[in-house]
Antibody, heavy 121, light 109 residues
Framework: EVQLVESGGGLVQPGGSLRLSCAAS????????MSWVRQAPGKGLEWVAN????????YYVDSVKGRFTISRDNAKNSLYLQMNSLRAEDTAVYYC??????????????WGQGTLVTVSS | EIVMTQSPATLSVSPGERATLSCRAS??????LAWYQQKPGQAPRLLIY???TRATGIPARFSGSGSGTEFTLTISSLQSEDFAVYYC???????????FGGGTKVEIK
């Protein structure tokens, strides 16, 4: 059974940093692109970042470029999101998701339960 | 960036009735369109990918259609567990940027 379990969320002051983790199991983690997607309270879904199987390619939504870094450790079956210079508008539930691909394009097939990040003074 | 627009924002439907949800892309996304269901306090769940292919374990009452810029999710006979928010997402620009629609809330009439 595919499982994705996020951790690391919490309350942080504006300008602060936080590192989210996602522990994967039930599939060959190193074979899949992975993503982070967030959802602000009461709002819709927003894609945040993607990372290739070997970590050689990383992509970000414009609003987090230069502040967030996606990474992975295939030996530990883990995905990470380092978030720096946090802003109030980064407050959201952050989901990690596995990307399944067809014809070179990929969709989020499995999602974790999410971890809440609150940026507030 | 491709903008995804869902309509209506809220759909009131009685159990057993058909629900039809729409999703429009600001430019062609071919068939690279997914639908997700989200219930309160839960993570999104993949329903449809490739515009019309049901994900594993998804009941046959869910069907997707369309290509290019116009897409539809149909729930043929609403069950109590289907009342939720539904999102479409284009992934034609993989690996970035991926964009979601604003969602359609399906509520009990």
């Amino acid at each position: 059974e595919v499982q994705l379990v996020e951790s690391g969320g919490g309350l942080v002051q504006p300008g602060g940093s936080l590192r989210l983790s996602c522990a994967a199991s039930g599939f060959t983690f190193s074979s899949y692109w992975m993503s982070w997607v967030r959802q602000a309270p009461g709002k819709g879904l927003e894609w945040v970042a993607n990372i290739k199987q070997d970590g050689s390619e990383k992509y970000y939504v414009d609003s987090v470029k230069g502040r967030f870094t996606i990474s992975r450790d295939n030996a530990k079956n883990s995905l990470y999101l380092q978030m720096n210079s946090l802003r109030a508008e980064d407050t959201a539930v952050y989901y990690c998701a596995r990307a399944d691909c067809s014809g070179g394009s990929c969709y989020s097939s499995y999602w974790g339960q999410g971890t809440l990040v609150t940026v507030s003074s | 960036e491709i903008v995804m627009t869902q309509s209506p924002a809220t759909l009131s439907v009685s159990p057993g009735e058909r629900a039809t949800l729409s999703c429009r892309a600001s430019q062609s996304v071919s068939s690279n369109l997914a639908w997700y269901q989200q219930k309160p306090g839960q993570a999104p769940r993949l329903l449809i990918y490739g515009a019309s292919t049901r994900a594993t374990g998804i009941p046959a009452r869910f069907s997707g259609s369309g290509s290019g810029t116009e897409f539809t999710l149909t729930i043929s006979s609403l069950q109590s567990e289907d009342f939720a928010v539904y999102y479409c997402q284009q992934y034609n620009n993989w690996p970035f940027p991926l964009t979601f629609g604003g969602g359609t809330k399906v509520e009990i009439k």
